[in-house]
């Protein structure tokens, strides 16, 4: 956590393969959605060939590779906001699950 005490996300891009804007849109979507919970994100350079992982504080999240390729914007928010207030409602992202 950072000195606000605020957790932060950071995410690990590979630069072999041009994942900067991904992480980029990932990262602005979590400040938007998160923007007074968070105390950042950060966007790591990997030189892994294929690595993508993003990690709230220490606790690993999403990884590429173990999770089968990218995260769906609701799913990212989702498992972010089980790490850092597990009561938000995500609004429209949050409805529309039937059956369950």
């Known amino acids: 956590m950072t000195q606000t005490g605020k957790p932060v996300v950071t995410i ?4 072999g393969c041009n ?7 990932m990262a602005q979507e979590l400040l938007q959605t998160f923007q007074d919970q968070l105390g950042g994100v950060t966007l790591v350079p990997g030189d892994l060939g294929g690595i993508f992982e993003i990690h709230v504080d220490k606790e ?23 790490r850092i207030n597990p009561e938000q409602d995500l ?3 949050g409805r529309g699950k039937t059956g369950e």
Request: a positive charge; hydrophobic letters at 40%.
């Open 19 to 25: 994942w900067l804007l991904r992480a980029g849109w």
């Open 60 to 82: 690993l999240v999403w990884e590429r590779k173990r999770d089968g390729g990218f995260p769906d914007v609701k799913e990212l928010k989702t498992r972010v906001r089980d």
């Open 12 to 15: 690990t891009y590979c630069i």
């Open 91 to 93: 609004g429209h992202l």
